[in-house]
């Protein structure tokens, strides 16, 4: 069934790989963005140019609109979290806010982590902290998007689905740089400082979360729900990968991570961070495995080295 849905953000990475599957599948499809990334929908999509962080634009922006099906991709903070709800609120059969598997750090576990490991409810919500300050965006995120998860849930209005992405990987157009780094550092012939070569973490590549987030916006079950490719890699593992691809040979050596934490690299963690997805499972949706698009991505990225 075609659905009136609404995507906030869906200009880049993978929320522009969603509004294109919207797009193929019939939906009517209207994006909400501050209209400053250019899109490549044409007439195929409505537009709305609203600032996401703005309570009085984005209830001016939605007054006397309906949703069916609203994508929530700019949802950072508990002060997001407020201003979807006082201006959807009533007005959205179902709302999925896209999170991350950031959400369980310090998250005590003993195995893959499963959704009830993070105490949603339980987690302190901090509105009179400067969520918006450009300058504390990367430190306040991962706090932000747990504290937006314990609004909307303690909130209760919106029909709420937070769809906890692994590491998503793609191409160049990745903005966080983290695999380019990879590539970038062998192909220095620089050696790979690592800390502990068995704390292996969940990824998923830019596709594969486009299509899980389709999948979840046409279900009808709600809450918290884990998205990862079979095939969890450790940092250690990552930098193998990219040289067994580019076939050039991978220098490493180990570390002390608590004194030497300037060195690690983006995927080095204390302990493995690695997503259940049994929940997905039982309810209909299969995850394929790394192997079948990392090698891609990772070619991409040494051809933007190049």
Not at 132 to 159: C, M, N, W
Request: aromatic letters at 10%; charged letters at 20%.
């Amino acid at each position: 069934m075609h659905k009136n849905t609404l995507v906030i953000g869906g200009t880049r990475y993978f929320g522009k790989l969603l509004v294109q599957r919207l797009v193929r599948a019939g939906h009517r499809v209207t994006i909400a963005t501050r209209g400053y990334a250019p899109d490549p929908f044409g007439d195929r999509i409505e537009r709305i140019r609203v600032d996401r962080r703005s309570e009085t634009a984005m209830r001016g922006a939605f007054a006397g609109k309906r949703y069916d099906l609203v994508f929530d991709q700019m949802c950072y903070s508990p002060l997001d979290a407020a201003i979807a709800v006082r201006s959807l609120a009533g007005k959205v059969g179902r709302y999925v806010m896209t999170s991350t598997i950031d959400v369980y750090r310090g998250v005590r576990h003993t195995g893959a982590l499963v959704e009830d490991d993070l105490a949603v409810l339980a987690q302190p919500i901090d509105t009179g902290y400067p969520w918006h300050d450009p300058t504390l965006a990367v430190q306040s995120y991962v706090a932000g998007k747990i504290q937006a998860e314990a609004y909307l849930y303690r909130d209760g209005s919106l029909p709420l689905v937070t769809a906890r992405l692994a590491h998503v990987l793609g191409g160049p157009e990745e903005f966080t740089g983290r695999l380019a780094w990879y590539v970038d550092l062998l192909r220095r012939g620089a050696p790979l400082a690592y800390a502990n070569a068995a704390a292996r973490v969940s990824f998923l590549g830019t596709q594969q979360a486009a299509a899980f987030l389709d999948w979840a916006g046409g279900q009808d079950f709600t809450g918290p729900i884990n998205a990862a490719s079979s095939g969890p890699l450790s940092a250690h593992d990552l930098y193998g990968r990219v040289a067994q691809v580019l076939d050039a040979p991978a220098r490493c050596r180990r570390v002390d991570g608590a004194t030497a934490p300037g060195q690690l690299s983006p995927f080095d963690f204390a302990q493995p961070m690695v997503l259940d997805t049994a929940r997905a499972a039982g309810l209909g949706y299969r995850f394929g495995q790394s192997d079948e698009w990392l090698d891609d991505v990772i070619r991409q990225h040494d051809l933007a080295f190049v």
